[in-house]
Nanobody, 116 residues
Framework: QVQLVESGGGLVQAGGSLRLSCAAS????????MGWYRQAPGKQRELVAG???????NYADSVKGRFTISRDNAKKMVYLQMNSLKPEDTAVYYC??????????WGQGTQVTVSS
């Protein structure tokens, strides 16, 4: 069945870096755009970064220049390199489809906490 497993989150000081990973299975990964989303307490889930199957990328204004999304189709993995982290980046981060209608079942996500 379809599965998305996020990892790599943690507690980091402001200005630090983290690399998130998402392992995908159960669907044709290479034919889908993939994205990273986040949800902070009391807020709606928002798109952070997306990468098409053609490796074009799209970023939320709040993370441009700090975050980089990438994918490895052979490994069915999508990554999010996060640099210069800010306390406002604190959230649970999820991966899912990007640029297409509908979402796959959401995974557990990975918690990112940035201390000031």
């Amino acid at each position: 069945q379809v599965q998305l497993v996020e990892s790599g989150g943690g507690l980091v000081q402001a200005g630090g870096s983290l690399r998130l990973s998402c392992a995908a299975s159960g669907f044709i990964f290479s034919l889908n755009g993939m994205g990273w989303y986040r949800q902070a307490p009391g807020k709606q889930r928002e798109l952070v970064a997306g990468i098409t199957r053609g490796i074009n990328t799209n970023y939320a204004d709040s993370v441009k220049g700090r975050f980089t999304i990438s994918r490895d189709n052979a490994k069915k993995m999508v990554y999010l390199q996060m640099n210069s982290l800010k306390p406002e980046d604190t959230a649970v981060y999820y991966c899912n489809k990007f640029g297409m209608s509908g979402y796959l079942p959401w995974g557990q996500g990975t918690q990112v906490t940035v201390s000031s």
